[in-house]
């Protein structure tokens, strides 16, 4: 399915005020991970209150244990501290890299502001060497930057 479409379907998501929060988010995971063959990894991680910590929200694929990450520690952990995208072609190659599973080859992970505050991110594993494009990346930030509306008007706690 192409991004365009897409992004409708999340719009539209995202735009159920008669759903929680967590449970929007929750269909836009399985939305990305059902529609895009090489994202098989789809979730959110939340700054964990004042803590400097991600905490796991809402995510698609398999069980993970790495439900808190410490700024600073894995893919997440620096993106967390960096306020960039990080775009990793092959895990293997990256020294402070958590593995999730030893089928992930790939990984992507994008910033979601809320009020200019860097809030939380969505991190997507794929089993796929080196498949993200800089289309992956504007898909990545178009979906964050609505989901960061919805943040903003319904608020959202981890």
Same mark, same amino acid.
């Given at each position: 399915?192409?991004? +365009?479409q !897409?992004? &409708? =379907? $999340? ?5 159920? #005020? #008669? /759903? ?5 988010? &929750?269909?836009?995971?399985a ?10 990894? /789809? ?6 209150? =004042? ?5 796991? *929200? ?15 520690? *894995?893919?997440?952990? +620096? ?5 960039? #995208? %990080?775009?990793?072609? =092959?895990?293997?190659a +990256? @020294?402070?890299?958590?593995?999730c599973s ?6 992507? $992970? $994008?910033?979601?502001?809320? #009020?200019?505050?860097?809030? *939380?991110?969505? @991190? ?5 060497? @080196? ?7 504007? %898909?990545?930030?178009? /979906? ?12 959202f !706690? $981890?």
């Amino acid at each position: 399915m192409a991004f +365009q479409q !897409l992004k &409708q =379907d $999340v719009t539209s998501i995202l735009a159920q #005020n #008669n /759903v929680s929060v967590e449970n929007r988010l &929750q269909e836009v995971c399985a939305l990305l991970e059902k529609n895009i063959t090489y994202y098989n990894w /789809v979730g959110f991680y939340f700054k964990n209150g =004042d803590k400097e910590e991600l905490k796991l *929200g809402p995510y698609v694929g398999e069980p993970t244990d790495h439900t808190i990450i410490p700024f600073g520690k *894995g893919i997440c952990g +620096q993106v967390a501290v960096s306020n960039q #995208n %990080f775009v990793v072609p =092959d895990v293997k190659a +990256q @020294d402070n890299y958590i593995a999730c599973s030893i089928n992930v080859k790939a990984e992507i $992970v $994008v910033p979601l502001f809320v #009020n200019g505050e860097n809030f *939380g991110q969505i @991190d997507i594993d794929s089993n796929t060497p @080196d498949p993200f494009t800089k289309e992956d990346e504007k %898909f990545l930030e178009y /979906v964050n930057a609505e989901v960061a509306k919805v943040i903003e008007a319904e608020g959202f !706690l $981890v």
